[in-house]
């Protein structure tokens, strides 16, 4: 109840069934003359909330009876035979996060400035997100109803923030009574029905590192194989956290907790045949050390956390190379500066000045300071319009490349409001955002 209590006014009058976004053409959908804002309420007489429950309440059914209230108000019945996995064309509207109920010192939400996006103020808490795109969850306020959809649905695996396993450590960093931090239960209940866990510790100087740290990461390894993998990320402060209980993550602080878990590392890789304990590149990188080889990420388990993101980058970049080399490149010569943030910069400019050397191209890149987050937010992906902007002194060439991940998802916006059309009217080059794959194609066009 108390999730529905904090959850924002869009989802509690929440509508009933699943929104269609879009129908491809000559599909089972565009067949059966469904159209994009009707709403799938029900399939074989079952209720249908989300995208998640119909594609559950239709996975391996050849025969189905669909309820759908009609973008008109209309409510049609459709029987529907179709053949074995044979998809029905159908987009459907992005799942509305449900949000938390905790008060971490460290929430993110705490480092935003005022003026920032609202979007970036959701608390998002949701396991169904936790499913689909490996956001992290507490576990703290889940109903008894979604623990049920979880092992019901299979919707493994989950990525649960744990923080620490001593609990007065954890419900001091989620800012919440004892009782509630306590999830032990839940988490059993999970690992039992077969759902996979990969779980989170956000590593705050003074709070849960050293003893708590390695108890935390001793008693998470008690549950292996059940309990996957542990990602450890540094916290991050913008200027606006001024919580005084927090402590800025220094390198010296990075090179510490380096030389600590790798010891851990190593007996893990001759126990268990694996790393299990993973830091964060940000700790390597912020402590002036080279990232462990790729072997050490197996099949990277948390990447999407900032885990083994720069071998996987190096190692993609040098086949990407070789490709270039061996294939067409441009035929004019490309002089242009590639912007990231300072903590990616030492990286990446060693790979391009090889570039250079192979390709026969002029690019450089530029290290670019995060003024509008401040603090020690120097990751590429939360660079502003305004922080690319301030670096056009260190622009050479005829245009400029930026990280994709800079903009959203579906929208060419950057985190302070700026597009990538004014940037580009506003620095007077062109201004390409590109992940690895698109630089690639944009050398060899
Ligand atoms: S669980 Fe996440 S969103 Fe909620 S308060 Fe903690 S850090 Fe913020």
């Known amino acids: 109840m108390y999730e529905f209590a904090v959850a924002p006014a869009v989802t509690s009058i929440r509508r009933r069934g699943v929104e269609i976004a879009g129908v491809s053409p000559e599909s089972i959908g565009s067949e ?9 309420t029900k399939v074989n007489g ?14 391996g059914e050849t025969e189905l009876v669909l309820e759908v209230r009609k973008a008109s108000g209309e409510d049609w019945e459709l029987q529907i035979e179709r053949g074995e ?3 029905f064309g159908l987009s459907f509207e992005q799942i509305v996060p449900r949000q938390c109920a905790n008060e971490c010192i460290f929430c993110f939400c705490n480092g935003n400035p005022a003026d920032a996006r609202p979007s970036l103020f959701i608390k998002d808490e949701d396991v169904r997100l936790s499913f689909l795109y490996g956001n992290y969850t507490t576990l703290t306020s889940i109903t008894e109803d979604k623990m049920q959809r979880i092992v019901e649905q299979r919707l493994s695996p989950q990525y649960v923030s744990i923080h620490a396993t001593d ?47 390695r108890k935390t990461i001793a008693d998470l ?20 956290n001024t919580d005084p209980r927090l402590t800025a993550v220094t390198p010296d602080f990075c090179r510490q907790i380096i030389s600590e878990v790798s010891a851990i590392q190593s007996e893990f890789r001759n126990t268990l ?41 190096k190692t993609q970049f040098s086949a990407l190379a070789k490709r270039l080399e061996r294939g ?12 990231t943030g300072t903590l990616f910069a030492p990286v990446f400019a ?37 922080d690319l902007l301030a670096a056009r002194r260190q622009v050479k060439g005829d245009f400029v490349i930026i990280p994709k991940s800079t903009l959203k998802s579906d929208e060419e916006i950057m985190l302070d409001g700026m597009t990538l059309k004014e940037l580009n009217q506003k620095l007077g080059l062109p201004v390409h955002a590109f992940d690895l794959q698109s630089f690639g194609r944009f050398l060899s066009a």
């Open 32 to 40: 059966l003359e469904l159209e994009s804002g009707d709403r799938i």
């Open 46 to 59: 079952r209720t249908i909330r989300d995208y998640l429950d119909f594609r559950f309440q239709t996975a």
């Open 85 to 87: 996995g044979e998809d």
């Open 167 to 213: 609990l007065d450590v954890r419900a001091y960093l989620l800012g919440i009574e004892k009782q509630r931090a306590d999830i032990a239960p839940k988490l059993r209940r999970l690992l039992d029905a077969g759902i996979e866990i990969h779980a989170q510790v956000v590593l705050c100087p003074g709070i849960n590192d050293g003893a708590v740290l």
């Open 221 to 240: 390894a008690e549950e292996f194989p059940r309990i996957t993998s542990v990602a450890i990320v540094p916290l991050g402060l913008t200027r606006y």
């Open 273 to 313: 045949g694996t790393t299990f304990a993973f830091l964060g590149d940000e700790i390597y990188l912020r402590a002036g050390r080279a990232v462990p080889a790729r072997s050490h990420y197996g099949n990277y388990p948390q990447i999407e956390d900032g885990i083994g993101m720069v071998r996987s980058f």
């Open 328 to 339: 067409l490149l441009r035929q004019n010569k490309l002089r242009g500066t590639l912007l």
């Open 350 to 386: 060693p790979l391009i000045e090889k570039l250079n050397t192979r390709l026969g191209t002029e690019l450089s890149v530029a290290g670019v300071e995060n003024n509008y987050f401040g603090g020690d937010v120097s990751v590429a992906g939360l660079l502003t319009g305004s």
